[in-house]
């Protein structure tokens, strides 16, 4: 009998290990696929596939043939050796990529485990939980069902969160609380997580729905830190200190823990809000109320088999190989009414004044655009060439195919996207190689490269917001005069 696959992104984690674990139990009649970019993923897994979510042509090829998907990805550590832009418009285009591809592979159902959401405006969630809303509204924009579960804090060993925690209990002989740790946590323990997800696998009534998932216990931070004090058998003293502030709580905790300052901070930032849930009926239908917070912590640090010298999987450095080039996202406001083709038509018009006199920039009528440094010079320093096959109205692509700054490489890439609500758009560089010394490059072609976008994002705000009904240009020749 032919088994239905199911392709997991984020292999690699400990959510996506426990996932394989209980799954494997279903080996009769799910085929597990992991992907990985370039980690050797620890779990029962059929078929590890490699595949950089930020490639649209990866992601395609990984989920092809899958029924089923599980999306576990977040995107807070470095993805490139150079990285521009913030984390949040990162996870957008992987989870945009994911999106994407299941429908056109499609896939049946996108499982997606996502954070709690305070009830409040959303101008008023922190960064970190916005991106998590703009990530589940892009894994369901291209048509295929979502079933989003949010969860607070998931108690695990190598979970990041609760591996901050534990550091700092075991590592400071006085806990120095600020005022977040007044706030709440409906903190839930791995194993739950892990059978609420296979719950949900292939079962149509969760199909399109949103949960909130938790233990039973919504503790403040500071007596969660004294109950994983207990369980670690060293109690701390807590001082509380009200005038520290996020930045400096940011910096305090990523000294002492060791954990990346870029992995810190969003989850920092996130605990100025109570973080409880307010719909729980997927454990209520599944029988599966999860362990109190105790139990969990105890569960938890007995299965942890990470010693003290040896840092959990979220803090060691990627693999060298995946790691290379330069990734810069700028997002940028988009006239309404307008979409990504228009935008690179429009990039394209006014790229040669735009970048005047510091830049020359020719645009023929295939689209492809040649740059050159001051008016005279017959030496291209970078040539960008439209993908007129892999791209469409709200996605335009351009390889970098030459330029005496750029290395040689099929998967150097330029790309116009725009983001679910339509109101931005996502100018991006992946996978590019420069040919200069990488201390050079820093200081002088990356800066000009943000120096181009944001420009090009002054032009487009020049546009008003309200826009007559669209006419693209087709014919850049036709643009340029």
Known sequence: MSRDSLVIAGATGFVGHAVAQKLAARADRLELVGLTRGRRAIGAWDRLVSCDLFSLKDVERALQGARFALYLVH???????????????????????????????????????????????????????????????????????????????????????????????????????????????????????????????????????????????????????????????????????????????????????????????????????????????????????????????????????????????????????????????????????????WAAHEYMRWLPHGVSPLLRVEVDDARTCTFFLGRKSKRPLLVLTFAHERSASDRQLFYVTGGGLAQKTERGRLEFRVTPDREHLLTAIHDFLPRLPWWLYRITQALVHRWVMARFGKHLATFPRVQPPLTVVRDPAVALR
């Not at 700092?168 to 002989?173: E, G, I, S, Y």
């Not at 903190?187 to 292939?202: F, K, R």
């Not at 870029?262 to 997927?282: F, N, Q, T, W, Y």
């Open 75 to 341: 995107s807070m550590l470095p993805s490139a050796r150079l990285v521009q832009g913030q984390f949040a418009d990162l996870d957008l285009i992987c989870a945009d990529n994911f999106g994407r591809a299941a429908a056109k592979a499609g896939v049946e159902q996108v499982v997606y485990l996502g954070g709690l959401i305070p009830e409040l405006p959303p101008d008023q969630l922190s960064d970190h939980l916005s991106s998590r809303l703009e990530v589940e509204a892009a894994l369901g924009a291209h048509g295929v069902p979502v079933t989003t579960l949010r969860a607070g804090m998931v108690i695990g060993p190598g979970g990041s969160s609760f591996e901050i925690l534990t550091r700092l209990v075991r590592r400071l002989p006085a806990m120095v609380l600020p005022a977040w740790s007044e706030r709440r946590c409906q903190a839930i323990d791995l194993e739950t997580v892990a059978a609420l997800i296979d719950h949900s696998v292939g079962r149509t009534e969760t199909y399109g729905q949103t949960y909130d998932i938790g233990g039973p216990d919504a503790l403040r931070y500071r007596e969660m830190i004294q109950v994983v004090g207990e369980e670690l058998g060293t109690p701390r003293r807590a001082i509380g200190v009200p005038v520290l502030t996020p930045k400096l709580s940011r910096l305090w905790v990523s000294l002492i823990t060791g954990a990346p300052r870029a992995l810190v901070a969003p989850l920092i930032e996130s605990l100025k809000h109570d973080m409880g849930c307010h719909d729980r009926r997927l454990q209520e239908a599944a029988g599966l109320p999860g362990l109190p917070f105790r139990a969990a912590v105890a569960a938890s640090l007995a299965a942890d088999a990470v010693t003290a010298s040896t840092k959990p999987a979220a803090y060691r450095r990627a693999p060298a190989a995946p790691i290379t080039g330069v990734r810069s996202v700028q997002r940028i406001a988009l006239p309404a009414g307008r979409d990504a083709e």
